[in-house]
Protein backbone atom coordinates (compact mmCIF):
# COMPACT_ATOMS: atom_id res chain seq x y z
CA UNK A 1 0.00 0.00 0.00
CA UNK A 2 1.13 3.41 -0.71
CA UNK A 3 1.47 6.13 1.42
CA UNK A 4 -0.21 9.85 0.65
CA UNK A 5 1.39 12.64 2.30
CA UNK A 6 -0.57 14.98 3.34
CA UNK A 7 0.32 18.68 1.93
CA UNK A 8 -0.92 21.97 2.97
CA UNK A 9 -2.75 23.74 0.89
CA UNK A 10 -3.25 27.23 0.36
CA UNK A 11 -6.33 28.73 -0.58
CA UNK A 12 -6.69 32.47 -1.69
CA UNK A 13 -10.14 34.46 -1.12
CA UNK A 14 -10.63 38.28 -1.87
CA UNK A 15 -12.33 39.81 1.47
CA UNK A 16 -15.57 40.06 -0.73
CA UNK A 17 -15.58 36.05 -0.93
CA UNK A 18 -14.53 35.68 2.45
CA UNK A 19 -17.90 38.30 4.01
CA UNK A 20 -19.90 36.21 1.11
CA UNK A 21 -18.97 32.92 2.93
CA UNK A 22 -19.44 34.64 6.06
CA UNK A 23 -22.39 35.93 5.60
CA UNK A 24 -24.05 31.83 4.30
CA UNK A 25 -22.62 30.31 7.80
CA UNK A 26 -24.53 33.44 9.65
CA UNK A 27 -27.91 32.51 7.59
CA UNK A 28 -27.12 28.49 8.05
CA UNK A 29 -27.15 29.25 11.86
CA UNK A 30 -30.12 31.36 11.58
CA UNK A 31 -32.04 28.60 9.77
CA UNK A 32 -30.64 25.82 12.26
CA UNK A 33 -31.80 28.49 15.13
CA UNK A 34 -35.53 28.76 13.49
CA UNK A 35 -35.72 24.58 12.88
CA UNK A 36 -34.50 24.24 16.78
CA UNK A 37 -37.25 26.60 18.09
CA UNK A 38 -39.60 24.43 15.57
CA UNK A 39 -39.18 21.48 16.82
CA UNK A 40 -38.75 22.62 21.00
CA UNK A 41 -42.59 23.91 20.18
CA UNK A 42 -43.33 20.36 19.06
CA UNK A 43 -41.71 18.97 22.00
CA UNK A 44 -43.92 21.03 24.53
CA UNK A 45 -47.19 20.48 22.37
CA UNK A 46 -46.08 16.71 22.34
CA UNK A 47 -45.98 17.20 26.64
CA UNK A 48 -49.03 19.07 26.52
CA UNK A 49 -50.72 16.00 24.75
CA UNK A 50 -49.29 13.77 27.13
CA UNK A 51 -50.55 15.41 30.20
CA UNK A 52 -54.17 15.44 28.50
CA UNK A 53 -54.24 11.59 27.33
CA UNK A 54 -53.49 10.90 31.05
CA UNK A 55 -55.97 13.19 32.46
CA UNK A 56 -58.65 11.71 29.70
CA UNK A 57 -56.91 8.35 31.45
CA UNK A 58 -57.92 9.37 34.53
CA UNK A 59 -61.44 10.93 33.98
CA UNK A 60 -65.06 8.84 34.59
CA UNK A 61 -66.94 8.33 31.92
CA UNK A 62 -68.63 10.65 29.95
CA UNK A 63 -66.74 13.32 31.22
CA UNK A 64 -66.69 17.15 30.26
CA UNK A 65 -63.64 18.74 29.13
CA UNK A 66 -62.93 21.95 27.72
CA UNK A 67 -60.71 21.94 24.29
CA UNK A 68 -58.50 24.43 23.20
CA UNK A 69 -59.69 24.98 19.70
CA UNK A 70 -56.23 27.42 18.83
CA UNK A 71 -56.20 31.58 19.40
CA UNK A 72 -57.83 31.45 22.61
CA UNK A 73 -61.05 29.70 21.67
CA UNK A 74 -62.58 26.44 23.69
CA UNK A 75 -65.12 24.43 23.20
CA UNK A 76 -67.16 22.07 25.57
CA UNK A 77 -67.13 18.43 24.82
CA UNK A 78 -67.92 15.59 26.59
CA UNK A 79 -65.53 12.68 26.38
CA UNK A 80 -67.18 9.03 25.13
CA UNK A 81 -65.12 5.79 26.46
CA UNK A 82 -61.23 5.55 26.69
CA UNK A 83 -60.75 5.74 22.42
CA UNK A 84 -58.71 8.71 21.12
CA UNK A 85 -57.77 9.70 17.52
CA UNK A 86 -54.31 9.39 16.52
CA UNK A 87 -51.95 10.83 13.75
CA UNK A 88 -49.82 7.95 13.06
CA UNK A 89 -48.16 9.98 10.31
CA UNK A 90 -48.90 11.56 6.48
CA UNK A 91 -52.15 13.28 8.54
CA UNK A 92 -53.60 9.55 8.66
CA UNK A 93 -55.56 9.13 11.59
CA UNK A 94 -56.49 6.17 13.66
CA UNK A 95 -58.80 4.92 16.26
CA UNK A 96 -56.26 4.02 19.56
CA UNK A 97 -56.67 3.66 23.17
CA UNK A 98 -54.96 6.13 25.17
CA UNK A 99 -52.41 4.05 25.74
CA UNK A 100 -51.88 3.50 22.43
CA UNK A 101 -51.96 7.00 21.46
CA UNK A 102 -49.38 7.77 24.25
CA UNK A 103 -46.88 5.14 23.19
CA UNK A 104 -47.18 7.16 19.74
CA UNK A 105 -46.24 10.65 21.23
CA UNK A 106 -43.43 8.55 23.11
CA UNK A 107 -41.96 7.96 19.55
CA UNK A 108 -42.16 11.38 18.00
CA UNK A 109 -40.74 12.66 21.23
CA UNK A 110 -37.73 10.17 20.91
CA UNK A 111 -37.17 11.78 17.53
CA UNK A 112 -37.74 15.06 18.38
CA UNK A 113 -35.22 14.75 20.60
CA UNK A 114 -32.72 12.94 18.85
CA UNK A 115 -33.07 15.81 16.18
CA UNK A 116 -32.65 18.84 18.51
CA UNK A 117 -29.60 16.78 19.33
CA UNK A 118 -28.15 16.68 15.91
CA UNK A 119 -29.23 20.26 15.54
CA UNK A 120 -26.89 21.62 18.33
CA UNK A 121 -24.53 19.76 16.83
CA UNK A 122 -24.71 21.69 13.85
CA UNK A 123 -24.56 24.52 15.22
CA UNK A 124 -21.81 24.16 17.46
CA UNK A 125 -20.00 23.28 14.44
CA UNK A 126 -21.59 26.56 12.50
CA UNK A 127 -20.56 29.27 15.68
CA UNK A 128 -17.54 27.70 15.40
CA UNK A 129 -16.84 28.22 11.57
CA UNK A 130 -18.60 31.55 12.35
CA UNK A 131 -15.67 32.20 14.96
CA UNK A 132 -12.85 31.51 12.85
CA UNK A 133 -14.50 33.28 9.81
CA UNK A 134 -14.80 36.41 12.39
CA UNK A 135 -11.36 36.44 13.20
CA UNK A 136 -9.99 36.17 9.80
CA UNK A 137 -12.20 38.98 8.66
CA UNK A 138 -10.49 41.03 11.94
CA UNK A 139 -7.55 40.34 10.56
CA UNK A 140 -7.83 41.15 6.94
CA UNK A 141 -9.72 44.73 8.21
CA UNK A 142 -6.46 45.60 10.26
CA UNK A 143 -4.08 44.49 7.54
CA UNK A 144 -6.36 46.64 5.25
CA UNK A 145 -6.25 49.61 7.77
CA UNK A 146 -2.34 49.43 8.01
CA UNK A 147 -2.15 49.43 3.94
CA UNK A 148 -4.29 52.33 3.71
CA UNK A 149 -1.93 54.36 6.79
CA UNK A 150 1.11 53.39 5.23
CA UNK A 151 2.38 56.39 2.99
CA UNK A 152 2.17 54.62 -0.83
CA UNK A 153 5.53 56.95 -2.00
CA UNK A 154 8.24 59.38 -0.72
CA UNK A 155 8.13 62.77 -2.23
Do not use: C, W
Not at 18 to 27: K, T
Not at 111 to 121: C, D, E, G
Amino acid sequence: MAKEKTQNKEVRLSPQQLVSLYQNQRALMDNLLQQEAMMQEAAREIIGAEDALKEIDKAEEDANVLVLLGAGVFVEAKVKGKQVKSDIGSGVVENATVKKALEHLEIKKKNISANIAKLQKKKQETAAGLARLEGILQQVQKALAKKDTSPSSVS
